[in-house]
C-alpha cells in the first residue's frame, strides 16, 4: 500500500514563528503537492512538485514556499505563520504519466497559529 | 481554472438508506475523482472515473463528461460512511476540488 507520512498531526504556533510541515512518501512517486483545507472551501492547492528542486505554484501560494531536496520528501514552509494561516493541511502524491490522476494523501496536519 | 460544485451540503440518512451526491464542473477535465474523508480527516480515493460508470461493493459512480456531472451512489448507507465526500477534476496538471458533501448516517 502506498503510504504517505506527515510529520504531525497537530500542531500550535505563534504569529511570526517559521514553521516547518513535513510530508514523506515511500512510493517512489514523482509529483507531490500540499493543499490546504478550510471549511466551505473544499481544498485548495498551494504548491505542487514534479520532481526533485522543482517546484510549481497552485492557487494559492502566498505566504507559504516549499522544499524538495529528495524524491520522497516535500515540504511546506511558512516562513512567518499568520492566524489567517490556521487550516489543515494536506499532502498528496502521485505516480507521473497516465497515473499521475490517482492522488494518495497524508493524514493531515491541523494547524493553529496563535 | 475550472469550477466545481457539489451537492448537496450536507446530508443525513437513516442507516439502510440510499443516496445520490453530485458533482458538476465547469468545463472539460481529463478526470474525475471521487474521494471520502472521514472524521479523522484522512482523504481516500474511492473512484477514479473519467467517464462510465464503476461500482464498488455498495457504492458506485457515473460520469458523464460530455455533460459535465458526475454521480457517486452510496446504497444501504452505514453509520462508517459518514464523512466528507468530495470530487475533485483534472485538467492538465491541476486538480480542483469541490466543497464536499457532509454525510451523516445515523443509527
Known amino acids: 500500500d502506498v503510504k504517505v507520512t506527515q510529520s504531525s498531526r497537530y500542531l500550535v504556533k505563534r504569529t511570526g514563528e517559521k514553521v516547518f510541515l513535513e510530508c514523506v512518501q515511500d512510493?517512489?512517486?514523482?509529483?507531490m503537492f500540499w493543499y490546504r483545507q478550510d471549511p466551505g472551501l473544499g481544498l485548495r492547492l498551494i504548491y505542487f512538485?514534479?520532481?526533485?528542486?522543482?517546484?510549481e505554484k497552485g492557487d494559492i501560494p502566498e505566504g507559504y514556499s516549499v522544499s524538495r531536496e529528495k524524491k520522497e520528501r516535500f515540504s511546506l514552509i511558512l516562513e512567518s505563520a499568520s492566524t489567517n494561516q490556521t487550516s489543515m493541511y494536506l499532502c498528496a502524491s502521485s505516480w507521473a504519466g497516465t497515473a499521475s490522476d490517482i492522488q494518495y494523501f497524508g493524514a493531515g496536519t491541523r494547524l493553529s497559529v496563535l | 481554472g475550472i469550477q466545481v460544485e457539489q451537492s448537496p451540503p450536507d446530508l443525513i440518512l437513516q442507516e439502510g438508506a440510499n443516496s445520490t451526491l453530485r458533482c458538476n464542473f465547469s468545463?472539460?477535465?481529463?478526470?474525475l475523482q471521487w474521494f471520502h474523508q472521514n472524521p479523522w480527516g484522512q482523504l481516500i480515493n474511492l473512484f477514479y472515473i473519467p467517464s462510465g460508470t464503476k461500482q464498488n461493493g455498495r457504492l458506485s459512480a457515473t460520469t458523464v463528461a460530455t455533460e459535465r456531472y458526475s454521480l457517486l451512489y452510496i446504497s444501504s448507507s452505514q453509520t462508517t460512511d459518514s464523512g466528507v465526500y468530495f470530487c475533485?477534476?483534472?485538467?492538465?496538471?491541476?486538480?480542483?476540488f469541490g466543497t464536499g458533501t457532509s454525510l451523516t448516517v445515523i443509527p
Open positions: 468545463d472539460s477535465v481529463n478526470n
Open positions: 512538485s514534479y520532481d526533485v528542486k522543482m517546484k
Open positions: 475533485a477534476a483534472t485538467t492538465g496538471n491541476q486538480f480542483y
Open positions: 512510493m517512489d512517486h514523482e509529483n
